[in-house]
């Protein structure tokens, strides 16, 4: 009796390289569409990395980064040692917080609004309204702001109606981060809210119609239905606005900053700039520049963990 035994046929996979080629093969359309885009972010985003070895250098122009001499960790240690340090990390953290805690939430609260207004015109209308302070140049915004709070400014007339004293309100320091978080919400609230209107078109209508037989008001269903509903979009982000927490816009802190409120203005782009492009001292501002990089990738990585645990929804 003769046993045949099978032979087990081993199909091999086609390598990585293969595959590249077919799937260029079948989309190079598409291939050739996305081309202009990697060139732009190698261009500008990936190849200026190189420079951060400015930042261990004592850089200069002239010599450039392959003749500059080195200093180490010189540049970190005087950041880290000066009395700017800690003035710079408390005012970007509390001007960043605000933010966080006034500005975020606003979006949402528009588009939620929007999205329970029936009257196309009148919704089309306050888009309209709320969209267009996003489109004026950072310039002309700053110098409306500077006629609003000054002496004679609008603002500044409505708020001695209430017994505040007849000032240039940039002046006082206390009054910088609240015009700031003001203006920002201003200036960008129809903008941002774009994303949580597409997210609401998102959201099943059924569940809106069950919510209603089961006595639910608007109030309710937004609560359970509209809330829970684009709540991924939220974390997502609320995660990249953790990501950027130290980075302060600073071209609108440098136009509405003076030398009376510098104290609470100064963060640590505006240092950076100032440092950099001002007292040309082009290593150190480097490496103020890579520590904030730094910092803001573990503030991302933290907060793209901890939501991954808490909520299931991630970048990464």
Same mark, same amino acid.
């Given at each position: 009796?003769?046993?045949?035994?099978?032979?087990?046929?081993?199909?091999?996979?086609?390598?990585?390289?293969?595959?590249?080629?077919?799937?260029?093969?079948?989309?190079?359309?598409?291939?050739?569409?996305?081309?202009?885009?990697?060139?732009?972010?190698?261009?500008?985003?990936?190849?200026?990395?190189?420079?951060?070895?400015?930042?261990?250098?004592?850089?200069?122009?002239?010599?450039?980064?392959?003749?500059?001499?080195?200093?180490?960790?010189?540049?970190?240690?005087?950041?880290?040692?000066?009395?700017?340090?800690?003035?710079?990390?408390?005012?970007?953290?509390?001007?960043?917080?605000?933010?966080?805690?006034?500005?975020?939430?606003?979006?949402?609260?528009?588009?939620?609004?929007?999205?329970?207004?029936?009257?196309?015109?009148?919704?089309?209308?306050?888009?309209?309204?709320?969209?267009?302070?996003?489109?004026?140049?950072?310039?002309?915004?700053?110098?409306?702001?500077?006629?609003?709070?000054?002496?004679?400014?609008?603002?500044?007339?409505?708020?001695?109606?209430?017994?505040?004293?007849?000032?240039?309100?940039?002046?006082?320091?206390?009054?910088?981060?609240?015009?700031?978080?003001?203006?920002?919400?201003?200036?960008?609230?129809?903008?941002?809210?774009?994303?949580?209107?597409?997210?609401?078109?998102?959201?099943?209508?059924?569940?809106?119609?069950?919510?209603?037989?089961?006595?639910?008001?608007?109030?309710?269903?937004?609560?359970?239905?509209?809330?829970?509903?684009?709540?991924?979009?939220?974390?997502?982000?609320?995660?990249? %606005?953790? @990501?950027?927490?130290? !980075? $302060?816009?600073?071209?609108?802190?440098? #136009? /509405?900053? *003076?030398?009376?409120? +510098?104290?609470?203005?100064?963060?640590?782009?505006?240092?950076?700039?100032?440092?950099?492009?001002?007292?040309?001292?082009?290593?150190?501002?480097? %490496?103020? @520049?890579?520590?904030? !990089? $730094?910092?803001?990738?573990?503030?991302? #990585? /933290?907060? *793209?963990?901890?939501? +991954?645990?808490?909520?299931?929804?991630?970048?990464?």
């Amino acid at each position: 009796m003769r046993f045949m035994q099978k032979q087990k046929t081993t199909v091999r996979k086609p390598g990585f390289g293969s595959r590249a080629k077919l799937d260029f093969l079948k989309n190079w359309q598409l291939y050739i569409m996305i081309f202009p885009i990697i060139v732009y972010f190698f261009l500008f985003s990936y190849l200026p990395m190189s420079g951060v070895v400015g930042a261990f250098q004592d850089l200069s122009p002239v010599l450039g980064i392959t003749g500059s001499p080195w200093v180490g960790f010189k540049h970190f240690q005087d950041f880290f040692g000066s009395y700017y340090f800690w003035r710079l990390l408390s005012n970007t953290l509390l001007l960043s917080l605000s933010i966080l805690a006034f500005s975020f939430p606003c979006p949402i609260i528009l588009a939620i609004l929007l999205n329970e207004v029936r009257g196309k015109g009148f919704r089309r209308a306050v888009q309209t309204i709320s969209y267009l302070p996003f489109f004026i140049s950072m310039v002309v915004i700053c110098g409306l702001i500077k006629n609003f709070v000054g002496m004679d400014g609008i603002v500044t007339r409505v708020l001695m109606l209430f017994g505040m004293p007849q000032q240039n309100l940039l002046a006082n320091p206390a009054m910088f981060r609240p015009i700031y978080v003001i203006s920002d919400i201003w200036q960008n609230i129809g903008f941002q809210s774009i994303i949580y209107i597409a997210a609401l078109s998102g959201v099943n209508q059924e569940l809106y119609e069950s919510a209603s037989i089961d006595g639910a008001g608007r109030f309710k269903q937004t609560i359970h239905v509209t809330l829970p509903g684009i709540a991924p979009t939220i974390i997502i982000m609320l995660i990249l %606005a953790i @990501g950027g927490l130290l !980075s $302060v816009g600073h071209e609108k802190v440098i #136009l /509405l900053s *003076n030398t009376m409120n +510098r104290e609470a203005a100064d963060v640590i782009q505006s240092f950076v700039y100032r440092k950099g492009l001002i007292e040309a001292n082009y290593g150190y501002s480097t %490496a103020v @520049g890579l520590f904030n !990089s $730094v910092a803001n990738t573990a503030l991302l #990585l /933290l907060a *793209n963990g901890i939501s +991954r645990k808490v909520s299931e929804t991630s970048l990464f």
